[in-house]
C-alpha cells in the first residue's frame, strides 16, 4: 500500500513556475513507476509525465514537453513535477499516481494509487 500526498499548487501568472511535490509513504517507493496527470473542469483526466523507479527513463505529453520536467528523489519518497513557462491552459487539478509495473504508460487506470490532487491555477 502507498499513500501520496500532493502539495505545492497554487495561482501564478502566466510564464510563470511553479514546483508540484508528491510525498510518498511506504518502504516500497524506489520500486514504483510515477506519474502525474492533471483533469481541468469538464475534461477527463490526462498524463503529463512519467519517470522510472530510477529515474531511467521519463516520458511527457506533448503539451508539455521542454516547459516541465519530472524527477524523484527515492531518498526522500518523493516525486516532484518542475513546471516552467506555465500557460492558462495548464490549469488543472494535478494529481500524482504510482504504478506497481516498471513501464511508463500514459493511461489512467494503469496507476494504482493516487493523491488527492493539488489545484494549479494560471492567470493570464
Known amino acids: 500500500q502507498v499513500q501520496l500526498v500532493e502539495s505545492g499548487g497554487g495561482l501564478v501568472q502566466a510564464g510563470g513556475s511553479l514546483r508540484l511535490s508528491c510525498a510518498a509513504s511506504?518502504?516500497?517507493?524506489?520500486?514504483?513507476?510515477m506519474g502525474w496527470f492533471r483533469q481541468a473542469p469538464g475534461k477527463e483526466r490526462e498524463f503529463v509525465a512519467g519517470?522510472?523507479?530510477?529515474?531511467?527513463?521519463?516520458d511527457y505529453a506533448d503539451s508539455v514537453k521542454d516547459r516541465f520536467t519530472i524527477y524523484r528523489d527515492n531518498g526522500k519518497n518523493t516525486a516532484y513535477l518542475q513546471m516552467n513557462s506555465l500557460k492558462p491552459e495548464d490549469t488543472a487539478v494535478y494529481y500524482c499516481?504510482?504504478?506497481?509495473?516498471?513501464?511508463?504508460?500514459?493511461?489512467?487506470?494503469?496507476?494504482?494509487?493516487w493523491g488527492q490532487g493539488t489545484q494549479v491555477t494560471v492567470s493570464s
Open positions: 499516481a504510482a504504478r506497481k509495473w516498471s513501464s511508463i504508460v500514459t493511461g489512467p487506470y494503469e496507476y494504482d494509487y
Open positions: 511506504g518502504r516500497t517507493f524506489s520500486s514504483y513507476t
Open positions: 519517470i522510472s523507479w530510477n529515474s531511467g527513463n521519463t
